[in-house]
């Protein structure tokens, strides 16, 4: 990381706190290509990406923004080759297990959102163990989006108020965006104010599509690798200068 980033404590001067997102999404995009423009294996870009997940977990916490949901693993990443998949599933446990104290000691607050009975059941375990142990903590919510799709994402909330539907529990007239909402993974939480995605790719990636709608979109070519605070300020400082009237004059 740089000097420069790592001297990013405090909020920087030129955003203003009153106009900060309340929750910040992204797409950790590029470990992969980070790696190979170092002659480097894949994973070596996985492990500096997690550093880099770290850092911006402590940063939005210092800043002051409420929710930072990631796009961990999405459901279409099965299909990568098997040795990259077993080294993520590990890097996942491993962290969770190592990183748990300081979550607990920061006031982290940690959930995960997508199909998680597709996952190994050590990671399982490890998934529910730090959910447990940090659902009482305010200071920040940290999602993870692992197993994840947004078009899954939907059926599971449709399928979910048919089976309502048909044991009479609710009727299709009361079906409303409150009642769907309520049935997807992030039902806690409000709608990301800002998805970022790194990389230089230009897509959502079936990430986060019902509650994008009204999303602030930043997309830099940085790798995440490289994405550090002063790349995060960058964000921030183009969602401040972005004029939201979500469909309004």
């Not at 994840?148 to 599971?156: F, K, N, V």
């Not at 044991?167 to 965006?177: A, T």
């Not at 997309?219 to 979500?246: G, M, N």
Request: hydrophobic share 35%; with cysteine.
């Amino acid at each position: 990381m740089t000097a420069q980033s790592t001297n990013l404590e405090y909020l920087p001067s030129d955003l203003e706190r009153e106009l900060l997102p309340h929750h910040v999404a992204v797409i950790m995009d590029g470990n992969g290509r980070w790696a190979k423009r170092r002659g480097l294996p894949r994973i070596m870009g996985h492990k500096r990406g997690t550093d880099i997940l770290k850092d911006l977990l402590r940063c939005c916490k210092d800043w002051g923004i409420k929710v930072l949901t990631v796009y961990a693993f999405s459901t279409e990443n099965w299909g990568r080759p098997q040795e990259e998949v077993d080294f993520l599933m590990t890097l996942f446990q491993r962290v969770l297990r190592q990183e748990l104290r300081e979550m607990l000691k920061e006031n982290v607050r940690i959930g995960f959102v997508g199909n998680l009975k597709a996952l190994p059941s050590a990671l399982q375990a490890e998934i529910g163990r730090s959910m447990k142990e940090t659902k009482d903590n305010r200071g920040i919510d940290f999602n993870v989006a692992t197993n994840y799709g947004g078009r899954q994402e939907i059926i599971q909330a449709c399928q979910a108020i048919a089976e309502k539907v048909d044991k009479g529990l609710i009727q299709p007239h009361e079906i409303d965006e409150a009642t769907f909402e309520h049935h997807l993974y992030t039902a806690r939480h409000c709608d990301p104010d800002l998805i970022i995605r790194t990389s230089g790719e230009m897509r959502l990636s079936n990430f986060l599509l019902w509650q994008a709608a009204y999303s602030e979109i930043y997309f830099t070519d940085t790798l995440w690798p490289d994405f550090d605070r002063s790349e995060f300020r960058k964000a921030l400082l183009a969602y401040q200068q972005r004029d939201r009237r979500f469909g309004k004059v």
